[in-house]
């Protein structure tokens, strides 16, 4: 997979948009919602990476699993895994990982505040 074609599936998720707040080497992209970063791409030590937002226990056990899984770089470590997109990791499960991260840090749906029962 090479970076514009990360960047692309990452603009068809809905209200999804690219910013660059570092440099042309970052691409973050974004929610238009909330503007918070779902996926940080970038290259590192000749590979093009990906820091996605994951659920604390689905990292551990990825990071276990794939060689192409790391804590995520310059992120919270519990909370963010590097994804190695140019490795041996499939295209899906990489789209799977954006996906998730899109999921976790989507805006909030804000419904009726409901009485408490006293």
């Not at 000749?46 to 770089?73: F, Q, S, V, W």
């Not at 519990?78 to 295209?91: K, R, S």
Request: aromatic content about 8%; glycine content about 6%.
């Amino acid at each position: 997979m090479h970076k514009q074609e990360l960047i692309d599936r990452c603009l068809e998720l809905p209200g999804a948009y690219e910013d660059y707040p570092f440099d042309e080497s970052w691409t973050v992209m974004r929610h238009g919602g909330n503007k918070k970063s779902f996926a940080l791409i970038y290259e590192r030590e000749g590979h093009l990476c990906a820091n996605l937002k994951c659920d604390p226990m689905r990292a551990a056990m990825l990071r276990d699993l794939h060689e192409e899984i790391r804590p995520g770089y310059h992120m919270n470590k519990e909370h963010w895994n590097t994804v190695i997109a140019d490795g041996a990791l499939g295209e899906e499960d990489i789209l799977d990982l954006v996906r998730h991260s899109f999921e976790l840090t989507r805006p909030k749906i804000r419904g009726k505040r409901q009485p408490a029962d006293f």
